[in-house]
């Protein structure tokens, strides 16, 4: 699954997926996008991975590729801790008295 669509799927809107990018470039690179254009002497705007090397889109793609990784295993525990939450699924008054009796007769 892209980055992207892994950030959509779990409700980055906006800004949000800017404010991402830039936490991993500032990983990566000690700064956010808008420092990385200055320093490479670039306009606002340009986009920041078409003057990147082959090494630097490497490195975006791994920690962009961990972080999808990372998010949907994260995701997929708190699921599965709300499913243990809400218990076993009830059973009706009878099939309980129905039960008891024989745990009672052993």
């Given at each position: ?17 800017m ?23 670039l ?13 630097e ?21 708190i ?9 076993p ?13 024989i745990?009672?007769?052993?």
């Amino acid at each position: 699954m892209a980055y992207t669509s892994t950030l959509r799927d779990h409700e980055v809107k906006g800004r949000g997926y800017m404010e991402c990018t830039d936490e991993a470039y500032r990983k990566l690179f000690d700064a956010p996008a808008w420092q990385l254009r200055q320093r490479r002497n670039l306009p606002k705007g340009t986009n920041l991975r078409d003057k990147m090397d082959i090494v630097e889109l490497s490195a975006i793609k791994l920690t962009e590729a961990l972080a999808t990784q990372r998010i949907t295993k994260i995701r997929a525990k708190i699921r599965n801790a709300r499913k243990l939450r809400a218990g076993p699924p009830r059973m009706s008054g009878s099939l309980l008295t129905v039960r008891c009796r024989i745990d009672r007769s052993v």
